[in-house]
């Protein structure tokens, strides 16, 4: 997304939108839509790249949503195609987005032919997600490292050192198996929590040394997790 290949992580402005070095930055890197017809109904994957560099803000979008500096996934079908995707072994860095730095999933997008709403046939998996932002400088809690509104399972990814966040996540979303550590603000949280239906669950991971462990109540429920600098009194065993 670095067209000049110019970018410069400035002391102070890091890679937020007002840093010089990132104007000729290409919008998000990455825009995946489901809704696109997809008759023997394979999985959309990505797999082995990164994606670094990307800057989605409401300057340089040409679409409404400026959120997912890396990867934008969404599905606009009228009637859902039941289509999934994977993102698996990526690393993530230096992206921007006003939600979401390194990736969006929109609420839209939902399990193919689950009968829950675990979200285990998406897939976010392996990946490393670090030195992202979501969100203005000191004023937002929007997840450099994902925003996950819609259904996906989220296991075995490192996401560490990103500014105002390392999740927010949905109650159709399931998060195993992680190592969040570092991040600012907070380490995982819900997203619009006081809209969701239930509890986001979190499972066997380890959130370390971020701000706090999570910032918004209602707070996911933490099972069989490590963590350590917390203050929220959100539920756990």
């Known amino acids: 997304a670095d067209r ?11 890679i937020y ?8 930055n ?9 809704g696109t017809p997809n008759t023997n109904r394979t999985k959309t994957v990505i797999s082995g790249f990164t994606i670094a ?22 599905d ?3 009637v859902k195609t039941g289509n999934a995707f994977e993102v698996s072994h990526c690393f993530f860095v230096n992206n921007y987005a006003e939600r979401g730095g390194a990736i969006y999933v929109d609420g839209n997008v939902t399990g193919a032919d689950s009968k829950d709403q675990t979200g285990t046939d998406n897939e976010i998996k392996y990946c490393e997600l670090f030195d992202n932002i979501g969100g203005r400088r000191g004023s937002s809690f929007n997840a450099g490292g994902m925003w996950v509104e819609g259904a996906a399972k989220i296991f075995n990814n490192v996401i560490y050192n990103n500014v105002n966040g390392g999740l927010r996540v949905s109650d159709k979303a ?5 190592t969040v550590t570092s991040n600012t603000a907070a380490a995982i949280d819900m997203v619009d929590p006081q809209q969701q239906s239930a509890k986001a669950q979190i499972f066997n991971t380890v959130c370390w040394n971020n701000d706090v462990l999570s910032r918004h109540s209602p707070y996911p429920v933490f099972r069989y997790c490590s963590f350590y600098h917390s203050e929220s009194d959100g539920d756990s065993d």
Do not use: F, M, W
Not at 17 to 24: I, V
Not at 26 to 34: D, I, K
Not at 53 to 74: E, F, L, V
């Open 26 to 34: 290409s919008g998000r890197v990455l825009y995946v839509n489901l």
């Open 53 to 74: 560099g990307g800057n989605a803000t409401s300057k340089n979008q040409t679409d409404s949503c400026h959120y997912g500096g890396g990867i934008y996934i969404t």
């Open 4 to 14: 000049l290949s110019n970018d410069t992580i400035d002391n102070t402005l890091l």
């Open 76 to 78: 606009t079908a009228r």
């Open 174 to 178: 399931v998060v195993v198996n992680n």
């Open 17 to 24: 939108p007002e840093n010089p070095t990132r104007q000729d």
